[in-house]
């Protein structure tokens, strides 16, 4: 199940690519994909309306791809977390995980304008892969964390 939100820029729908490669539409479930919609079982609620054929087909084409997360609370990143990219970038692998912040405006859809500040000179472009951690946490030791 893939999770797609449909529509102009802060008018997205929630939708569905199911297995079957159909476009479903998942507005009877959820307003949108935003944290309270993970925290609360949403992703459990989704995947019983649509193994119960209960999400009607939507044709999607010509029509923007958002963020398939509406207003996250925060972007925690990862830099240089492999070795490839540290070393096309001229860098040295860094002995432990290099941790920044995106604000939470910067996340676009796939095929949406990326804006580039002013001046900018050291703009980088890659392949991102999110994860969203559907419940409140804090001080998790190894093992629970692993549970998670």
């Given at each position: 199940?893939?999770?797609?939100?449909?529509?102009a820029?802060?008018?997205?729908?929630?939708?569905?690519?199911s297995t079957?490669?159909?476009?479903?539409?998942?507005?009877?479930v959820?307003d949108?994909?935003t944290p309270?919609?993970?925290?609360?079982g949403?992703?459990?609620?989704l995947?019983?309306a649509l193994?119960?054929?209960?999400?009607?087909?939507?044709d999607?084409?010509?029509?923007?791809?958002g963020?398939?997360?509406?207003r996250?609370h925060?972007?925690?990143?990862?830099?240089?977390?492999?070795?490839?990219?540290?070393?096309?970038?001229?860098?040295a692998?860094p002995p432990?995980p290099?941790?920044?912040?995106?604000?939470?405006?910067?996340i676009?859809?796939p095929?949406?304008?990326?804006?580039?500040?002013?001046?900018?000179?050291?703009?980088?472009w890659?392949?991102e892969?999110?994860?969203?951690i559907?419940?409140?946490?804090r001080?998790?030791d190894?093992e629970?964390a692993?549970q998670?």
């Amino acid at each position: 199940m893939r999770l797609l939100r449909i529509g102009a820029a802060g008018s997205e729908r929630p939708c569905v690519l199911s297995t079957g490669g159909s476009d479903l539409d998942a507005s009877s479930v959820c307003d949108d994909y935003t944290p309270d919609f993970f925290a609360s079982g949403g992703l459990v609620r989704l995947e019983e309306a649509l193994s119960a054929g209960d999400l009607p087909e939507v044709d999607v084409s010509g029509q923007r791809t958002g963020a398939c997360i509406a207003r996250p609370h925060k972007i925690i990143c990862i830099g240089l977390n492999y070795a490839d990219h540290a070393a096309e970038s001229g860098l040295a692998e860094p002995p432990e995980p290099v941790v920044f912040f995106k604000a939470t405006n910067t996340i676009v859809g796939p095929h949406d304008d990326v804006r580039i500040p002013r001046g900018s000179t050291k703009t980088d472009w890659e392949v991102e892969l999110g994860v969203v951690i559907g419940a409140q946490a804090r001080y998790l030791d190894d093992e629970a964390a692993a549970q998670a």
